[in-house]
């Protein structure tokens, strides 16, 4: 009878041991893998923070720090900042079929249309980096705009999730502006005052030396655009109020708009952005 009696108080002990060993182990591995945040994790916390998909709209008047801020946005993100003239130029040269129609407007000395511009935004944006987004500086610029892009996202199952303005005084834009310098393939813009690339020297005057201007990053050569002059600027702040202003109403009733105050210094202008993306 003992040994009959004793063989299943083995077996019942066995089967103890071995859970109590595998539970031991899986409290182990769980122990040590919540020690180390994993590389998923702060993926996690990113998409929290700021996702669902981000389809943002960066607007400001010329010199408010787009050129500046946008990049940023892009590296903290993830998600690619989309210029319609790049966009543009690089439909043409794949020959897409949006891109033939662009060329031959072109060719024919004709202004691209909007139906062309949302046809090839809508190209770029099945693009596997603009997965989780996108950020879109100089489009819409005008009303019609807004609503050809609304309508080409709802047809894709998506939406304006932000619209960030920043917004500078008219009256502090033109040293802004005429002491721009931008790095033309990144888009990447300095200052001669506020920031200033490291390469940059004067003359006697005060004023840079064009061969000095280099961008920190490629050493490429940075340009001044050719309407960064007081003159243009107020032509162009004139089109910025009665064109663009708009748009931000038009999105306000969806409760995304975000202004920020990008009359101060850097990092405080960083600070709002940031506050203004998150959920």
């Known amino acids: ?20 060993a595998l539970i031991g182990s899986a409290n182990y591995k769980t122990q040590n893998a919540v020690s180390v945040p994993s590389t998923t994790e702060k993926v996690e916390e990113k998409f929290a923070t700021y996702w669902p998909r981000n389809i943002l709209i960066l607007f400001g008047p ?32 794949a020959q897409t079929e949006v891109g033939k129609k662009a060329q031959a407007v072109m060719k024919a000395g004709g202004l691209v249309s909007d139906d062309i511009v949302v046809g090839i935004i809508r190209d770029r944006i099945q693009e596997e980096d603009c997965k989780f987004g996108f950020i879109l500086d100089g489009f819409p610029r005008t009303l019609a705009q807004a609503k050809s892009l609304d309508t080409m996202l709802a047809e894709e199952g998506a ?70 002059t007081s003159t243009a600027l107020v032509k162009r702040l004139g ?30 202008v960083w600070g709002e952005i940031l506050g203004s993306l998150k959920r």
């Open 159 to 228: 939406t304006v999730t932000k619209v960030i303005e920043l917004q500078v005084p008219d009256g502090v834009l033109e040293e802004r502006i005429c002491g721009r310098w931008i790095h033309k393939k990144s888009g990447r813009s300095y200052h001669v005052k506020y920031a200033p690339p490291k390469s940059m020297k004067t003359s006697s005057d005060g004023k840079p030396l064009k061969e000095s201007m280099k961008d920190d990053i490629t050493g490429e050569s940075l340009i001044q655009r050719a309407d960064d």
């Open 239 to 268: 089109g910025y109020h009665k064109e663009t202003v708009p748009i931000l109403s038009h999105y306000a009733p969806n409760g995304i708009v975000r202004t920020v105050n990008a009359n101060q210094g850097m990092d405080g």
């Open 62 to 93: 010329p010199g408010a720090g787009k050129g500046t801020h946008g990049p940023k946005i892009e590296d903290m993100l993830g998600i690619p900042q989309l210029s319609t003239g790049d966009m543009l130029r690089a439909a043409v040269a």
């Open 1 to 20: 009878e003992e040994p009959r009696i004793a063989a299943p108080l083995i077996a019942a002990a066995g089967i103890a041991f071995g859970a109590t």
